[in-house]
């Protein structure tokens, strides 16, 4: 697709290319950009604004000085040829493409830039976020979600990260769904670069990877945090499936309630580390997930029409001897009295749990696994 095909009719190339070179101004955000744009009423004019009515909207030096320089024209020239290429796209937030959901926020993203189908991101999104290093009862409910999910017509949103955000992307393409992934750097600079394979699967399967910095720019560390608003405000809710106090997780769940977004979180072990921060959400107004359907309760109107259950490492969330299991191994004695079940009633539920796959016994002590 040309690169004028995805902007509104009013945008023109010449245009098209003083908004990238705005856009890589530095010290210039969503709002300051909109600020310049609706000053001069185009891009155009603001570059050929002088340096005194940029100071007079309150904008600093630093945004000014580097406007006309070559360096600057180089890289927005990059980022034209860079759209010449099919399957690569820019939506301005004045385009009538841009995402109806993400554009409500005061800070959307004044350009978005997208490598694969920009009409997936007006479908339903779920976001699915997590901790990177999360265990793996964690990752397999983040699969088991995003599978079913997807399957069943919703788009998994997350943001490419190692640990729950990469199995969610998975999850998603194993239903045969699509999924988006919201990238903390330019799409010419994917990292983690261990997903650069899942990137491909991921446009391979009709979804998008999106982000609203340079094409070229590299990780910092800044810019994740700032990319989670995205996440959130593409989709109309936020499932946290594993993660601690401290991670930017909760960061998302927070914009997620701020923008009137629905937050979902799974429970865990009172003894798992990453269980805590889905505690606390849930503590503070989350939805506690243990389905599928508690998720789509919430969403009422929006429920896909063909949702598939959810298939058994979800288990972990439903079985309570999993549940002690996964905190850590038990002896079939630890398991009565931690249980309060008779042990008739445990030893029947090992042996189901067992046939299944989902726990094994080592060394007189009972453990659960992973299909």
């Known amino acids: 697709m040309p ?27 969503p709002r300051r950009f909109r600020k310049l744009l609706s000053a001069f009423d185009s891009a155009s004019a603001a ?21 006309r320089s070559a360096q600057i024209r180089e890289r927005a020239a990059a980022a034209l040829h860079w759209l010449d290429k099919p399957g690569q796209h820019v939506l301005m937030w004045d385009d009538p493409a841009y995402p109806a959901l993400l554009g409500e926020l005061t800070d959307a993203p004044p350009l978005l830039f997208v490598a694969g189908d920009p009409d997936v991101l007006e479908a339903p999104q779920l976001a699915m976020v997590g901790s990177r290093r999360a265990s793996r009862p964690g990752l397999d409910n983040a699969r088991a979600f995003a599978r079913s999910l997807a399957g069943g017509g ?30 903390g750097t330019g799409l010419q600079c994917l990292y983690p670069r261990r997903h650069v394979g899942l990137a491909a699967q991921i446009i391979e399967q009709g979804g998008a990877l999106v982000s609203e910095l340079p094409l070229d720019c590299p990780p910092q560390a800044s810019n994740f ?31 997620a309630a701020e923008q009137g977004r629905e937050v979902y979180a799974i429970p865990g072990s009172i003894h798992h580390p990453g269980a805590r921060g889905c505690h606390q959400l849930i503590r503070d107004g989350a939805t506690l997930v243990e389905s599928i359907e508690h998720i789509l309760e919430a969403l009422r109107g929006w429920q896909a029409p063909a949702v598939q259950p959810t298939s058994a490492p979800l288990a972990s969330v439903e079985h ?30 090992l042996t189901e749990l067992e046939l299944d796959g989902l726990v094994c016994s080592e060394a007189g002590r009972w453990l659960a696994r992973s299909r």
């Open 47 to 67: 570059l050929s604004a002088p340096a005194t009515a940029w100071r007079a909207l309150g904008l600093p030096a630093a945004c000014a000085e580097p406007r």
């Open 225 to 255: 945090p700032r990319r989670n608003r995205i996440i959130s405000g593409l989709s109309l809710g936020v499932l946290v499936v594993e993660a601690s106090p401290s991670s930017g997780s909760l960061i998302t769940a927070r914009l």
């Open 3 to 29: 690169a004028s095909s995805s902007l509104s009719p009013a945008v023109s190339p010449a245009e098209l290319e003083a908004r990238l070179r705005l856009h890589l101004l530095p010290e210039l955000g």
């Open 320 to 349: 309570p001897l999993l549940a002690l299991l996964h905190a850590a191994p038990h002896s079939t004695e630890a398991l009565v009295q931690a249980s309060g079940w008779p042990l008739s009633q445990v030893l029947a539920a």
């Open 154 to 183: 919703f788009v998994i949103t997350s943001g490419l990260a190692l640990g729950i955000d990469g199995a969610a992307h998975q999850g998603a393409l194993d239903g045969g769904g699509k999924t988006v992934a919201v990238l």
